[in-house]
């Protein structure tokens, strides 16, 4: 399946999932207000932020009650300040409170993660080298953070272990060098990426003569992934993964490597601070 049509179900399916989590079988306190009543609502950011979720909380609201209009006043990947409005909504009270709460938390974790990747990619946008993600996403939301982290700014890696090879230390083992596992990995998917992880210059080596696409250069120090640079740049994309931080992070963009994989982007999320605020009612 494509990437935008696996990440058009996946929207309709997170909808479904989410309010079947929260609503179950009904809204107890919703039910508390009148069915006839009417309401204006406002969410706002109590912190600056990038935007991401927009179409996952139309489906939400969209599969709840489709009366509710929504009122976007950002896109996906906008940047928003403290105490910005970023949607209005209107429809039956009732159903602006039962999806309230469902909406705020896939707003809050999809910005976080676009927030976090936009802060990254602003440190190191002047340099020309690449942010990745990672597959250490929160589970069943693999899609969803790939698809914020794009709204930050980055680069998404593999999806899953279907897209491209990543030969790593235990296949290296088991297929009896790196030679051998990019051989097989060529016999098996010629069409696809192969990238193999290496820890050590020697292991670089073997991973350029074998005409790898990739080499994730695993921990490297600063040192040697300038050495790693040298030897290998244009012989093969050259990928700086470990040790990756707000405070590390220039540095080792500025040593020369093509990308940088961090899965903070997508497991360390801290979720913005959003509220919703009923403006006003009326009976209808």
Known sequence: MHYHEALAEEIRTSAARLLAEDVGPGDITAQLIPERQWATARVITREDAVLCGVAFVDELYRRLDSRVALNW????????????????LEGPARSLLTGERAALNLLQTLSGTATRTRAYVDLIQDTGVRLLDTRKTLPGLRLAQKYAVTCGGGYNHRVGLYDAFLIKENHIAACGGIAAAVKEARDIAKDLPVEVEVETFEEL???????ADVVMLDNF?????????????????????????????????????DCISSGALTKDVQSIDLSMRILKTETR
Do not use: F, H, K, P
């Open 73 to 88: 006043q950002y896109a996906d990947g906008d940047r928003m300040a403290a105490g910005d409005t970023l949607l209005e």
């Open 221 to 257: 120090s600063l040192d040697d992934l300038r050495e790693a640079v040298r030897r290998g740049s244009g012989r093969a994309t050259l990928e700086a993964s470990g040790n990756v931080s707000d405070a590390t992070l220039r540095a080792i963009a500025e040593t020369g490597v």
């Open 205 to 211: 080596d073997q991973a350029l003569a074998a005409s």
